[in-house]
């Protein structure tokens, strides 16, 4: 596709089931980013990918989320026991390579639409 | 470990300009900057690293002073277009890849 793609764009669930979030980035892209956002806040880091591996998952809050990248493309957030707290919009963002010439994120991050999480 | 933008919020007319600031506790080695809409996802607008390499959007200029560990960002000539939440997210040395976002700051343009 032309861009980021999520899926689903909405979800409702109830306290204490599982949900799977899914994200399509842009073909070639190589590092994959999941963000949260709270209502008036800014993204929260949650973790990123390059290629098929977790390079950084220090901002995931606990262990009942996690996140997969079986082939180095699709991504799934996966969040066991959801609890009410879990309420956001999940952003997954892509990029075509963390890092430029000089070793830093000289490349922007291109976002999908976001999957909005609510939790009964 | 999060920016603070200020300002918070900011109302102008069609044509004035305004500057949105970023400061870090932490040695920074980029920023990013990014506006988002109401109801939709953010839009990259500008990469400034160490050494004063920048990557950006024509229209937008921004500057990072790295003694300070801040950066600021320059929206002139304003349109009603403009109107939106500017985050920005910085990258730490010891985090390549690895964004922390600010709290925002409103920018609202009236004709």
């Known amino acids: 596709g032309a861009g980021v793609s999520q899926t689903p764009s909405n979800k409702v669930t109830e306290k204490g089931k599982y949900v799977e979030l899914r994200c399509d980035p842009i073909?070639?892209?190589?590092?994959l980013y999941w963000y949260r956002q709270s209502l008036g806040q800014g993204p929260e880091f949650l973790i990123y990918?390059?290629?098929?591996?977790?390079?950084?998952d220090s901002g995931l809050p606990n262990d009942r989320f996690f996140a997969v990248r079986p082939e180095g493309s699709v991504s799934t957030l996966k969040i066991q026991r959801t609890e009410r707290g879990d309420s956001a919009v999940y952003l997954c963002?892509?990029?075509?390579?963390?890092?430029?010439?000089?070793?830093?994120?000289?490349?922007?991050?291109?976002f999908g639409p976001g999957t909005r999480l609510t939790v009964l | 470990q999060q920016p603070v933008q200020s300002p918070q919020a900011v109302i102008l007319r069609e044509g004035e300009d305004a500057v949105i600031n970023c400061s870090s506790s932490?040695?920074?080695?980029?920023v990013h900057w990014y506006r988002q809409k109401h109801g939709e996802a953010p839009v990259f607008l500008m990469i400034?690293?160490?050494?004063?390499e920048q990557k950006g959007h024509e229209k937008i200029s921004a500057s990072f002073n790295e003694k300070k560990q801040q950066s600021s960002l320059y929206l002139t000539a304003s349109q009603l277009s403009y109107s939106g939440t500017y985050f920005c997210?910085?990258?730490?040395?010891?985090?390549?890849?690895?964004?922390?976002f600010g709290q925002g700051t409103i920018l609202t343009v009236h004709p």
């Open positions: 963002a892509s990029s075509p390579s963390p890092f430029g010439g000089t070793g830093s994120s000289y490349n922007e991050q291109f």
């Open positions: 400034l690293l160490k050494g004063g």
């Open positions: 932490k040695a920074l080695y980029s």
């Open positions: 990918f390059q290629g098929t591996g977790a390079a950084d």
């Open positions: 073909s070639g892209h190589t590092a």
């Open positions: 997210g910085t990258e730490l040395r010891t985090s390549y890849g690895k964004l922390t």
